[in-house]
């Protein structure tokens, strides 16, 4: 701030209140500035530059239980672990806060389609993601409505959303592993524990 020495005797002011608005108000414009320029370079490096895909391999395990949900009389739960190697360190820069990453599976029933959530979770940290290798992963269990998943055809994929420190927030998703769930699939009233 030694600029405000060259600044201030130019100005008429006779009390403290006076100097120390002028002060803020060149610190409150050159910080809107650092964020306006801040934010048009994230813009350009993401949308002319480009931003490189995340290597993500999915794959559907099986399905581990189908079960009546004691709380809900016309919901069916079923435990579909998966296999997940996600590597997000490249979409990583200056401008990134945090990272959501999330794994659903899309269906249809009765002309709706329906999107579940299997796992999500929040990354602060360039980080490769790895689920599932080690033991099944079930953080939350797929569910529909009584009838809507046995015989049915579904889509599991990966999303995430980038949020930036300033600037608007983007997304992508991965490319789609498709699994069904057999009309056939023994169901019971008894529930698996989950692995958080």
Same mark, same amino acid.
């Given at each position: 701030?030694?600029f405000?020495?060259?600044?201030?005797?130019?100005?008429?002011?006779?009390?403290?209140a006076?100097?120390?608005n002028v002060?803020?108000?060149?610190?409150?414009?050159?910080?809107?500035?650092?964020?306006?320029?801040?934010?048009?370079?994230?813009?350009?490096?993401?949308?002319?530059? $480009? !931003?490189?895909?995340?290597?993500i391999?999915?794959? +559907?395990?099986? #399905? @581990?239980?189908? =079960?009546?949900?004691p709380?809900g009389?016309?919901?069916?739960?079923?435990?579909?672990?998966?296999?997940?190697?996600?590597?997000?360190? $490249? !979409?990583?820069?200056?401008?990134?806060?945090?990272? +959501?990453?999330? #794994? @659903?599976?899309e =269906?249809?029933?009765?002309?709706?389609?329906?999107?579940?959530?299997?796992?999500?979770?929040?990354?602060?940290?360039?980080?490769?993601?790895? !689920?599932?290798h080690?033991?099944?992963?079930?953080?939350y269990?797929?569910?529909?409505?009584?009838?809507?998943?046995?015989?049915?055809d579904?889509?599991?994929?990966?999303?995430?959303?980038?949020?930036?420190?300033?600037?608007?927030?983007?997304?992508?998703?991965?490319?789609?592993?498709?699994?069904?769930?057999?009309?056939?699939?023994p169901?019971?009233?008894k529930?698996?524990?989950?692995?958080?």
């Open positions: 701030l030694q405000l020495y060259f600044i201030v005797p130019y100005i008429k002011m006779h009390t403290i006076q100097r120390l002060m803020s108000t060149v610190a409150l414009s050159v910080l809107g500035v650092m964020t306006a320029v801040l934010s048009l370079s994230t813009w350009y490096f993401e949308l002319w530059t $480009g !931003l490189p895909e995340p290597a391999e999915l794959e +559907f395990d099986k #399905v @581990l239980q189908m =079960y009546h949900n709380r009389a016309n919901e069916e739960l079923a435990a579909t672990p998966f296999k997940l190697t996600a590597d997000f360190r $490249g !979409l990583w820069h200056w401008n990134v806060k945090v990272l +959501f990453m999330y #794994v @659903l599976v =269906y249809k029933y009765d002309g709706k389609i329906s999107e579940v959530v299997l796992y999500d979770d929040a990354l602060e940290t360039p980080q490769i993601v790895k !689920l599932g080690d033991e099944p992963e079930i953080k269990f797929l569910s529909g409505e009584k009838g809507a998943l046995r015989g049915n579904f889509k599991l994929k990966v999303k995430w959303h980038v949020v930036p420190h300033a600037g608007i927030m983007y997304h992508g998703q991965s490319s789609e592993v498709s699994f069904s769930i057999p009309e056939n699939q169901i019971t009233t529930r698996m524990h989950q692995h958080m």
